[in-house]
Structure formats: C-alpha cells, structure tokens
Nanobody
Framework: VQLQASGGGLVQAGASLRLSCTAS????????VGWFRQAPGKEREFVGA????????NYPDSVKGRFTVTRDVAKNTVYLQMNSLKPENTALYYC?????????????????WGQGTLVTVSS
C-alpha cells in the first residue's frame, strides 16, 4: 500500500488549505485514517482522525474548531480541511491508515504512512 498526501503549500496566516490522502494498492474503506504533523525540531503531533464509518475522533485543542477530517469512500480519499491557519501550523503533514476500523491519536495504531506534504504558513 502506498499513501500519498497532497495539497500542501505556502499560505498566509488566516488562509485555508485542504489536504488529501489517497491510497494505491488497496482500499482502506474498512480502516480508520489519521493525520499527524511534525514541525522541525518537534515531536510528531496528532491532528485528527476518522473511523471507517466517517466518525471523527476528538481533535486536539491546538486544532479543534479549525481542522476537520472527512472521507470519500468512493474516491478512497481522506481529507484534512484546515481553516484559520497560523504560523505555528507550519509542518510536514502525514496521513496514516490505522490497523483497525477506528482512528487514534497514537502513532502505534497505524500501519501505513504516507510521505507527507509540507504546509508553510507565513505571518
């Protein structure tokens, strides 16, 4: 399975971006999918996830109310909608397919990881 995260770029603070996560090699319609990010010099951070039925997990306070995870089963794609972006949201964003049907904030719960897409937010 190969995961590809896309949609990153350079935006100004306050802007929105929608990241996409697609898979080749198999469908992940029966699996949870999560999004993580890692900024330079910082630990990997969970930003959201979704279950196989489209139920989102609780978002961390750092993104709650601004980030939303959705999925389109027909397109085998999961999205991360990011609104009101801040400079501190600058990071490499990864998607990952969970070992189970549900998303989780624990990286150990995920089996497949994408390459990541870079999001840079300028002030």
């Amino acid at each position: 399975v190969q995961l590809q995260a896309s949609g990153g770029g350079l935006v100004q603070a306050g802007a929105s971006l929608r990241l996409s996560c697609t898979a080749s090699g198999r469908t992940f319609s029966n699996n949870g999918v999560g999004w993580f990010r890692q900024a330079p010099g910082k630990e990997r951070e969970f930003v959201g996830a979704i279950s196989w039925r489209g139920e989102p997990t609780n978002y961390p306070d750092s993104v709650k109310g601004r980030f939303t995870v959705t999925r389109d089963v027909a397109k085998n794609t999961v999205y991360l909608q990011m609104n009101s972006l801040k400079p501190e949201n600058t990071a490499l964003y990864y998607c990952a397919v969970a070992r189970s049907a549900y998303g989780s904030s624990s990286p150990q719960s995920y089996r497949y990881w994408g390459q990541g897409t870079l999001v840079t937010v300028s002030s």
